[in-house]
Every structure is written in C-alpha cells, then in structure tokens.
C-alpha cells in the first residue's frame, strides 16, 4: 500500500501551493477555482493537495484555530543540503522555529509554511 496524497487546508492557496513549489521541489499540476484548491505531485508521483476549508465538512485551518495540531515531514539525502535549504528559507524570509540541530538521532530543523503549517526538514545518516 502505498499514500496517495494528503490534503492540507489554508486560507491562502496560492501562497502555500508556491512555497512547496519553490523550496520542496512540488510540481504545480493544477489550481482550480480562485484560490480554492492546488494540486501538487512530487517525484515519487505523491499529490499535495493545498485547498480552503471546507465548512460544511468541518474544515478548518491552523490560522483559525490558533494552533499547529500537526506538522509534515521532509527527509533530505545529505546533511548539507539540510544546512542549504535552511539558509534558503531564512533568507526568504520564511519563519523558522530554530537553526538544523541534532534532534532524535538526526540534523534538523522545523519552519512554518503559509497557512501555519509545521514542517520538519531533516537529514539521518
């Protein structure tokens, strides 16, 4: 069995669809509606799917709940391309959680993406 994809809601698709294509390497498949949903596919064929809450559906995002109740991951081949992507983000002026450190046996670090969303970038040798 293998995931197929995973849905994240936000309320600014667009800007959370462009930092997955700029910094995780996502290609942009598609976006319907004005800022309603994107969809994005990795190079393993795995679909990101950025879409707006949906009400009826109880829906929500981590800006109206004021919280992160979850975070996605990324492993990365190298040490150094960790150490790369990290001055990448900072530099764009991403909101970092902290520096890559040594966190449960691996080179890491945690950012936020638009829509509040954690994301763990890090390394295991």
């Keep these: 069995m293998r995931l197929n994809h995973l849905d994240l809601h936000v309320r600014d698709v667009a800007a959370t669809r462009d930092f997955f294509v700029e910094f995780f390497g996502f290609e942009h498949i598609e976006t319907r509606g004005a800022n309603s949903l994107a969809i994005l596919r990795d190079e393993t064929q795995f679909e990101l799917v950025i879409s707006r809450p949906v009400e009826k559906f109880g829906g929500t995002d981590h800006t109206t709940i004021g919280a992160m109740t979850y975070h996605i991951g990324f492993m990365l081949p190298r040490r150094d391309d960790v ?33 509040r969303i954690l994301v763990e970038v890090g390394w295991r040798g």
């Design 83 to 115: 150490d790369t992507l990290y001055i990448r983000l900072k530099d764009s002026g991403a909101e970092m959680r902290h520096e890559p450190r040594e966190i449960r046996g691996g080179w890491l670090f945690y950012c936020v993406a638009p829509g």
